[in-house]
Structures are given as C-alpha cells and as structure tokens.
C-alpha cells in the first residue's frame, strides 16, 4: 500500500495490482476526482424501494438515477442500469439486494446478494472498458444491505481491478459522515 496525495490535496490510500489500483479516498463518491469518464457504482434493491443510504444523497445531485430505478420493470437480482447524468458520469444502478432491512425482517440474513453483486460487476467492467471510463464507489453493500467489506473488496479485485480498471472507494471524512454501518 502507498500513501498518495490527490491533485485537489486530498490523501488517499492505494493498492496498486498490476497496472490497475483500487483507491481509498477520503471523500464523497458523487463527487468523483478523475479525468475522464467515469461510472459511479451504488447498491439497489429489487423491491423497488429508494431514498435510503446513498441513494439518498445520490437524488439530491440527479434526478436521473432514481426516475429509471422508478420506471424500469425488471429489477433482477445481478442486473444492473447505467444512467448517463453528466458528460462524462453514468451512475450504474446495480441490483444486489433482495428486499430491505425492517422492524420485522430478521437482521440475521442480511439483504445482500454476494453473487448478484459479483454478476452486476461483471457488466460494469465491460462497460467501463467500452466508455474507458474509472470506476467510483462508497463501501458498496455495507449500508442498509448489510453486507461485510471483506466480502466485497475481493468480488470488486476479481471483477473490476483485475480486467484492467481502476477504481476509486470513498468513504465520507467524519464532517461529512451521516448515520453508518459497522463495517464503513
């Protein structure tokens, strides 16, 4: 790992594999800091439920990503939507959580799909490669889907790092940090 200063002065952490680097960056992933393009990657639900988590901050800055979450019929665990919001950012609506958390459903198994989340990003790598675009994210999983880091860092290496993209993981400074799992 290299401690490695941003060119705006923010620090960030790097893994470097090969050519390609996941980078933990001390910020907000709506914001992305990279030239180019670039896609944004979130966690939904296959219920058709939105307004929680990120998902929350991400409809204040677009109207876009909620409105085809909202209108698409098929929310298939592992299917995933991209969403053009500016020239050069698409949001990728990613499917890898079945149901949500309530007062009622068992916090025991976690809403989180493993194996949706890996198929998901199988299809933000091809479309990464076809935009040449860098990949953006928060701890994808570990809000309100209640999923685990561990589990999820090695499906993004697998999937994303190792077919030659970098991606950017942000994680909110503590003046920016709103209501948080354990594990983000």
Not at 2 to 13: D, E, F, M, Q, T
Not at 150 to 158: A, K, T, V
Request: charged fraction near 25%.
């Amino acid at each position: 790992m290299v401690l490695s200063a941003r060119p705006n002065g923010s620090k960030c952490i790097v893994q470097v594999l090969g050519k390609m680097a996941l980078h933990f960056i001390k910020g907000n992933a709506l914001y992305p800091n990279a030239p180019g393009n670039k896609i944004i990657v979130h966690i939904c639900n296959d219920i058709g439920v939105w307004g929680g988590g990120f998902t929350k901050s991400l409809s204040r800055r677009w109207k876009e990503p909620e409105a085809a979450y909202r209108r698409s019929k098929s929310r298939k665990l592992g299917s995933v939507e991209f969403v053009q919001t500016e020239s050069d950012i698409w949001v990728a609506n990613v499917i890898g959580q079945h149901s949500i958390i309530t007062r009622t459903r068992s916090k025991d198994t976690p809403p989180i799909r493993y194996e949706a989340v890996r198929n998901a990003l199988k299809v933000v790598a091809e479309k990464s490669l076809e935009f040449q675009a860098t990949v953006h994210m928060p701890r994808i999983g570990c809000g309100l889907a209640g999923g685990k880091w561990e589990e999820i860092e090695p499906i993004i290496r697998d999937e994303l790092i190792f077919a030659g993209i970098n991606v950017s993981v942000y994680d909110l400074e503590s003046n920016q940090a709103v209501k948080r799992s354990k594990c983000c």
